[in-house]
């Protein structure tokens, strides 16, 4: 029984190592470029739950995580989108975003989201925008690209906006649209 499996895990390896194909697909180059970056991690369809001093603080959902830690600068990367609640002590969601990809760059500690983002927070605001920064260290979001916030009574529109990291507080720094003053 041992020489029949030895015989077949042989044929298995001469079959795929004698032949050799001229043609690449663009799903071997895919991987081809994968390898170029030093991916040594890869997580598929995760839930994360972040927490601080015993306090959920935050889960993120992702179809894909990359962690390339062998990189010049090390970062981790969600290539097909994201999700991710944030909490408050009481664990009440305080805000929400979503993202078509995601990078964290781990020695400056700024994650970068960009493609469709959109962030809620627990007073019904809305933010979209291509590209935001979150500053890990500052506690801060922010971005340079055009923004459109939308509260229960105003539609706003601008070019660079700062805001703190849970989107309670916010400010576009050029504005455009229609403010209403009380």
């Not at 030895?6 to 043609?23: G, H, K, P, R, W």
């Not at 002590?89 to 305080?94: A, L």
Request: negative net charge; aromatic residues 10%; charged residues 30%.
């Amino acid at each position: 029984m041992k020489y029949i499996w030895f015989s077949i895990l042989t044929c298995f390896v001469l079959a795929f190592t004698s032949c050799e194909d001229t043609q690449t697909t663009d799903d071997q180059k895919e991987w081809e470029a994968l390898d170029t970056m030093e991916v040594t991690e890869r997580i598929f369809k995760s839930v994360i739950a972040y927490t601080d001093s015993g306090y959920l603080r935050a889960k993120l959902y992702a179809d894909l995580i990359e962690r390339h830690s062998n990189a010049a600068k090390p970062f981790v990367e969600l290539p097909e989108g994201l999700r991710a609640d944030f909490y408050n002590t009481k664990k009440e969601v305080e805000s929400k975003l979503t993202a078509g990809y995601g990078i964290n760059y781990l020695d400056s500690k700024i994650v970068e989201v960009r493609k469709q983002v959109v962030v809620v927070n627990s007073k019904g605001e809305k933010l979209e925008t291509e590209k935001l920064f979150w500053d890990q260290v500052k506690k801060e979001i922010y971005t340079e690209q055009t923004v459109k916030i939308t509260t229960e009574t105003e539609e706003l529109t601008g070019t660079g906006m700062r805001a703190a990291q849970d989107f309670s507080s916010w400010n576009i720094e050029h504005v455009t649209g229609i403010v209403t003053l009380k």
